[in-house]
């Protein structure tokens, strides 16, 4: 939070400086106790040392009554007895008002000066506090939304799969306890396994589908091992919502012709988001949807094939252009490279783009690169903030009131921070111009009301960025006007200074800012004002431009904080939501696909006790792994699974080699290298006719290797949707690891090598 202190303490010092020009420079003590309450020194003998100091310099040395809003400031900033400081805070301004009539002077002007300070100081030193304690609450609220998932998914998991997990167990112990219907027994339980392997799949795919990570792991991860280089560019926000498997899908079938093809020299992965609100309401001003490089892409990135986007981008599609520019409402997905000599694609037969409202086009480019561009609209997910704006889509953000159109004013959010700041915000900008209205003729108050409410909103609508409009406007109404006004007008060129300081580089802004106060000086200059005046209303240009710019920047930073704490707990819940997938995929699945397997040898045989047995404890198992599913920390043993592994490939009558190696694994090791195990011997049972199973285990210096290697592959056999490689390949990446697997003929060769060091392997006989 040092920038926000920074900035606050120049515009206190800047406020400070006016009474120091007026010949007070008891204003520098003023504040220095000032800097004390924002670095939150907060004591009673404080507060006492600020009245003193303030008092005399008005009472004693004849200041403007102006500085007694430092001291207003500091009891509203007072938490202690808050009702008491409160009221103190009254009577300081009640003082000014009096003091200022003892002396003959504009009273309202006096009083409202106090106030104008009392906020500003108040407001700027509040909102630094907020600021700190929504950056130190962005763990913990990361850590309750995680929380919150763990407890949905326990409560989704546990109504399906754990009670198809009791109903096998129950199954099982009733074929013990009762042969006779043994076999009836076993039937049942047979289709509930069924069913609950269906399930926990699809389960995992739905979870899967709401983020585009595991998928981009996996494919750098090929890439890299092709020897292709590869950019991946990061730009849109998740969860996806159902949308992302079918981007997944996308992904995993580009990035596996270009490895197919073997000529490519690189490969740009990109995605990013279209409707961004912000990116709608400022344009080319900032490109904020356009994030991973649509606005510097070049015409010859593009395919080919630009039908389907024409169609989509004529003016007369109104419907299809209205969803576009809805906030976050289209996912982008780009996969580039250099190594296609022809315009053939990928084969994306089966893919419901279309049907899903996406679009998907795949040509050459004309500078022969070959493009794949997919598009799918955001989908509602599930997940819900704690703490944020309200529930429903956590991925995208919420259109505000009346649909996606422009917003006149800032959107109020439930954060009471930013409500905070826009209010503390308004509430000097009406100060301020009611100053100015105070000094304005009679028969002019209403075209200056007029001007002035205008340039309020203008300030108001810069809280959500930079508008160029807006700035004109509010350039227009600084300076058209003075003829007319005169000039006490002169003072509203600081409500131009603000925003100007905040919409360009400080290389732009200062140079600009500084021909604003110029402007001020030379036009006082021309309507003939006495020098003290003059120098009063350019000092207070400046002054009051550095209040404005500090305000609206410090409403930004709110702003700005929210969006992060409330993306991070999004982010926090996918990653939740990837775990559960990768457990449900690899842990879950396994159990209840060696369920099914051994109820169906168990039908066979014509219901051995032995097999019922071995079917009640692995549901029982299954139930841990549920548990693990919904966030219970698990370990799980490299040799057990070995174990396991034997016997279930053995019970499917393959048969089954162990070379293993006596290590003293890192229990997170062990897991992974488990999970792997897992994954290896399902693959084996669901997709070859294995005859032969080599499970091998060798520790080197550089590491150890686990390879499962089987023979039985059916030829010409491709697998769309596929999740388990792309689960084990972010597991071990999580462990500096590696899982590469390949086909030579019949046989699939699956190899995982995590970076371990371990002694040379003793051989277990």
């Not at 086009?361 to 309200?390: H, K, M």
């Not at 590696?738 to 086909?743: P, S």
Request: net charge neutral.
């Amino acid at each position: 939070m040092r920038l926000e202190r920074v900035i606050v303490v120049v515009v206190l010092a800047a406020l400070a400086s006016v009474y120091v020009i007026a010949g007070a420079p008891i204003a520098l003590a003023v504040l220095g106790v000032q800097v004390l309450y924002l670095l939150k020194v907060r004591t009673w003998w404080l507060l006492a040392v600020q009245a003193v100091l303030v008092y005399t310099a008005t009472v004693a040395g004849g200041v403007s009554t102006g500085i007694l809003g430092f001291l207003a400031g500091a009891l509203l900033l007072t938490r202690a007895h808050r009702d008491t400081a409160r009221v103190l805070a009254s009577f300081v301004v009640a003082s000014a008002a009096l003091i200022d009539a003892a002396r003959g002077g504009a009273t309202a002007d006096a009083t409202i000066t106090v106030v104008l300070i009392s906020l500003v100081v108040f407001g700027l030193t509040r909102l630094v506090e907020r600021a700190g304690e929504m950056h130190a609450a962005r763990l913990s609220l990361a850590a309750a939304a995680v929380a919150t998932e763990r407890l949905r998914l326990a409560a989704e998991l546990n109504d399906g799969l754990g009670r198809s997990l009791e109903v096998i167990v129950e199954g099982g112990r009733r074929a013990l306890a009762e042969p006779d219907g043994a076999a009836e027994a076993l039937a049942s339980v047979t289709a509930t396994a069924r069913a609950a392997l269906t399930d926990a799949r699809a389960a995992s795919a739905n979870y899967r589908a709401t983020s585009l990570a595991p998928e981009l792991v996996t494919a750098r991860a090929m890439l890299d091992a092709a020897g292709i280089a590869v950019e991946v560019r990061v730009g849109h926000t998740e969860p996806l919502g159902p949308g992302g498997a079918l981007l997944a899908s996308v992904l995993r079938e580009a990035v596996t012709d270009v490895v197919r093809r073997g000529s490519a020299r690189l490969c740009v992965i990109e995605t990013s988001e279209q409707g961004d609100e912000q990116g709608d309401e400022q344009g080319d001003e900032q490109g904020a949807t356009e994030t991973s490089g649509q606005r510097d892409r070049p015409a010859s990135d593009r395919p080919g094939n630009t039908e389907a986007s024409e169609q989509r981008d004529k003016p007369g599609n109104t419907e299809a252009s209205g969803q576009r520019d809805k906030p976050g409402n289209t996912v982008r997905l780009r996969v580039v490279d250099d190594g296609h000599r022809t315009a053939d694609s990928p084969d994306f037969a089966g893919l419901p783009l279309e049907e899903a409202g996406g679009t998907l086009v795949a040509g050459l480019s004309p500078d022969g690169r070959f493009v794949v561009e997919a598009t799918v609209l955001r989908g509602p997910s599930p997940a819900a903030v704690p703490g944020g704006e309200g529930t429903g889509d956590a991925g995208a953000p919420v259109s505000p009131a009346g649909g996606w159109r422009r917003r006149l004013l800032p959107r109020l959010t439930h954060e009471s921070s930013y409500a905070v700041s826009v209010a503390v915000l308004a509430a000097v900008l009406v100060g301020f111009s009611v100053k100015a209205l105070l000094q304005i003729p009679g028969a002019l108050l209403i075209p200056a009301t007029a001007c002035l409410a205008v340039i309020v909103v203008m300030q108001l609508r810069s809280v959500d960025g930079r508008h160029m409009v807006a700035l004109g406007v509010m350039a227009v109404l600084t300076y058209a006007p003075l003829p007319v006004f005169g000039p006490v007008w002169l003072g509203v060129s600081g409500f131009l200074a603000g925003p100007v300081l905040l919409a360009f580089p400080w290389r732009a802004a200062w140079p600009m800012t500084a021909a604003i106060v110029g402007g001020v000086a030379v036009a006082g200059m021309l309507f003939g004002l006495p020098a003290p005046v003059l120098a009063n209303s350019t000092v207070s240009t400046l002054v009051t431009g550095l209040v404005v710019y500090a305000l609206l920047r410090l409403a930004q930073i709110v702003k700005e904080l929210q969006a992060a704490r409330e993306s991070l707990a999004r982010s926090a819940i996918v990653e939740e939501r990837l775990r559960a997938a990768r457990d449900l995929h690899d842990l879950l699945g396994h159990s209840l696909a060696a369920i099914l397997l051994t109820c169906e040898l168990a039908r066979r045989l014509k219901s051995p006790p032995e097999r019922i047995e071995e079917i009640v404890a692995m549901a029982e198992g299954a139930r841990a792994d549920l548990r693990s599913v919904s966030g219970e920390q698990r370990e799980l043993s490299l040799a057990a699974e070995v174990e396991s592994a034997r016997t279930v490939l053995s019970a499917a009558g393959i048969r089954v080699t162990v070379e293993p190696a006596e290590l003293d694994l890192p229990a997170e090791v062990e897991t992974v290298l488990g999970a792997v195990l897992r994954e290896a011997v399902t693959n084996v049972l669901r997709h070859s006719e294995a005859r032969h199973c080599a499970i091998t285990m060798r520790a080197g210096e550089s590491g150890l290797l686990l390879r499962v290697r089987n023979d039985g592959v059916r030829p010409g056999e491709r697998r769309r949707g596929s999740s388990g490689i792309g689960n084990l390949t972010t597991r071990l990446a999580a462990l500096d690891g590696r899982l590469t697997a390949h086909v030579d003929g019949d046989r699939f060769t699956l190899d995982a090598c995590v970076p371990h060091r371990a002694p040379v392997p003793a051989r277990i006989r």
